[in-house]
Nanobody, 123 residues
């Protein structure tokens, strides 16, 4: 069992930055592929970024490439999402996700979810 807790959301003006954190507890953190999903009002949940167990591979949804950076600190069981140049369309609830397989996580077959943190970028 893994528990995930997000923090760092908030309201930020367009062009600003936020850093989301995900703290994990439970089993060995490094075995999990981790990711950030987001869900905007009236829209389906979408994968924003993913990072493999030792951080060797990262991938991003096209609209956030070169603006968002995903990283992890396995020693402290944490994952981060640095979000720069934020846009109103980035407004959503952001969820931390963990799975034991890369294909599972990117297809939405997520083993563990956090409770979500709201990011709001007013237009």
């Amino acid at each position: 069992q893994v528990q995930l807790v997000e923090s760092g959301g908030g309201l930020v003006q367009a062009g600003g930055s936020l850093r989301l954190s995900c703290a994990a507890s439970g089993r060995t953190f490094s075995i999990y592929v981790m990711g950030w999903y987001r869900q905007a009002p009236g829209k389906q949940r979408e994968l924003v970024a993913v990072i493999t167990g030792v951080g060797a591979t990262t991938n991003y949804e096209s609209s956030v490439k070169r603006r968002f950076t995903i990283s992890r600190d396995n020693a402290n069981k944490k994952m981060y999402l640095q979000m720069n140049s934020l846009k109103p369309e980035d407004t959503a609830v952001y969820y931390c996700a963990a799975s034991e397989g890369y294909a599972a996580l990117i297809s939405g077959v997520v083993g563990f979810w956090g409770q979500g943190t709201q990011v709001t970028v007013p237009s």
